[in-house]
């Protein structure tokens, strides 16, 4: 993880930008906590843990800054709340989500599994695919 803090650090100098002990506590947040798909509110809860007098709009802005410079990406549920994970392969697509209608657990899907259709894809319609979201939805090992 030093090398992505490293990079990190250099790619934020090159925008202007400096890697605050706010922005590093937001980071280290979602680096702990990795796999677990939190959304804003519930990192904004752990960061204040480490940073007492961190504000929930420097969180929000730190998010947006980390996403927009691809560090994280933002998940989408469907459940009406935006979710951040790191993105720890930037060329990778992006892994597929099963999502639990009963307890509403989200687990990874580490292999891609779509080379075939992707395949298929860009030669039928001439499309370059670079990436997708893929979510299942149903019912888990633990719940059925
Ligand atoms: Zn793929
Ligand atoms: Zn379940
Ligand atoms: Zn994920």
């Known amino acids: 993880m ?19 002990p706010q922005r590093r506590a937001t980071l280290d947040t979602i680096i702990e906590n990795q796999g677990k798909h939190l959304n804003t509110e519930e990192i904004y809860d752990l960061v ?5 007098e ?10 947006q800054l980390l996403d927009e410079m691809s560090v994280l990406s933002k998940l ?3 459940d009406g709340c935006i979710r951040y994970e790191l993105n720890t392969h930037e ?6 989500h099963l999502i639990c209608q009963s307890c509403n657990d ?7 599994l779509l080379e075939h259709l992707e395949e298929e894809i860009e030669k039928k319609y001439h499309f370059i695919i ?10 888990c090992s633990k719940c059925q």
Do not use: M
């Open 2 to 20: 030093d090398n992505l803090i490293d990079s990190l650090k250099e790619r934020l100098k090159e925008k202007g930008y400096k890697l605050t």
């Open 130 to 139: 670079r990436d997708h979201t893929v979510k299942f939805f149903g019912i």
């Open 106 to 112: 989200v687990i990874e899907v580490e292999l891609d």
């Open 54 to 63: 961190i504000g929930l709009a420097t969180v929000y802005r730190t998010l």
């Open 76 to 78: 989408n549920l469907d």
């Open 91 to 96: 060329d990778d697509h992006q892994h597929h």
């Open 48 to 52: 204040k843990e480490k940073c007492p």
